[in-house]
């Protein structure tokens, strides 16, 4: 006999606009017949945070879902790294990076069928500047710019973001960076510089073909330059970078130094610009429910 469960589902209002209601629907259609118990907890964007943390103290759920993208994924992260409460995404963002590298489903049915009986597996996670968390990606240089425009245009989906992809790649500018990490320091001058728990970004390049979530490592990639063949590889396949362009290591720990100030941004959130950028590895410190293999 199926046991009852606690879940609470932390819901992003204004992520994916208006698909959010659509999914809050469909969960709350489900759980009408259902012996499981569940709450709702919305963001609003301001001291999300400490909400969150007395929000799960008082219901004391078993299980998590977060209904957003990967910035509400992180802020739930940030809220349950180090307990034994898993999390699972239902991918309800504007990109679902995070929610693609998991392979969760596309639909309500598919991404509860999940909650109720995936495979529960520990992950890494990148504790950002001593007190942030990264889930998936963050980045310094082009790709935050790309972030911060889309964050601040008001034309959505696929048509916005490709309007500021093209408005960033005519305003590119290159960064010179120092890298230090525990095997030495390293100077480089580029387009930008990646933080990877991931492999993918949202809109599916393959931005760190080697990365693996449960690894304890990240990756850290160097855009040097750019050309069509490199981001050809990245959105398309496996095939390997040219070091002359796109340069990976691996690390524990990171601090990137930028001469000038540089667009910075963890998990699709903006956190503005910023001249240095520490991070380490945080080993299996988080709980996800994931897609059983078949």
């Known amino acids: 006999m199926e046991e009852q469960q606690r879940i609470l589902f932390v819901l992003n209002p204004i992520a994916g606009k208006k698909g959010s209601s659509l999914w809050r629907q469909g969960i709350q259609q489900f759980f009408e017949n ?7 907890f919305l963001t609003t964007g301001t001291d999300d945070l400490s909400k969150l943390q007395y929000a799960i103290t008082k219901y004391a759920p078993q299980k998590v879902a977060c209904i957003g993208g ?4 992180s802020l739930v992260a940030k809220a349950l790294i180090g307990t ?39 992950i890494d996670t990148i504790l950002i500047n001593q007190t942030e968390v ?3 990606l963050s980045d310094i240089g082009m790709n935050a710019q790309l972030v911060k425009y889309f964050k601040d245009n008001d034309m959505r989906g696929k048509l916005g973001y490709a309007r500021e992809v093209f408005r960033v790649l005519r305003k590119r500018k290159q960064i010179d960076v120092e890298l230090q990490t525990e095997n030495g320091s390293l100077q480089r001058t580029g387009f930008m510089v990646v933080v990877a728990n991931a492999t993918i970004y949202g809109f ?14 990240f990756e850290v990639i160097i855009l040097k330059k750019l050309s069509v063949v490199e981001l050809l590889k990245m959105l398309f396949g496996n095939h390997p970078f040219n070091p002359q362009k796109t340069e990976i290591i691996q690390a524990h720990q990171l601090t990137i130094s ?8 963890i998990d699709g959130e903006y956190f503005g610009r910023t001249t240095k950028v520490e991070a380490t590895i945080r080993p299996l410190s988080l709980k996800m429910i994931l897609p059983r293999k078949l």
């Not at 259902?34 to 709702?40: C, E, G, K, N, Y």
């Open 70 to 73: 990967d910035g509400t994924l």
């Open 34 to 40: 259902s012996i499981h118990a569940f709450d709702w």
């Open 84 to 122: 034994d409460i898993p999390i699972t995404l239902f991918p309800a963002g504007s990109a679902n990076g995070m929610a693609r590298e998991l392979k969760m489903p596309n639909n309500v049915e598919g991404c509860l069928a999940v909650l109720l009986q995936g495979e529960v597996k520990k």
């Open 258 to 265: 930028v001469a000038k100030r540089a667009y910075f941004q």
């Open 204 to 217: 599916g390049a393959k931005i760190n073909p080697i990365g693996k979530l449960d690894d304890g490592l």
């Open 134 to 136: 990264c889930v998936h």
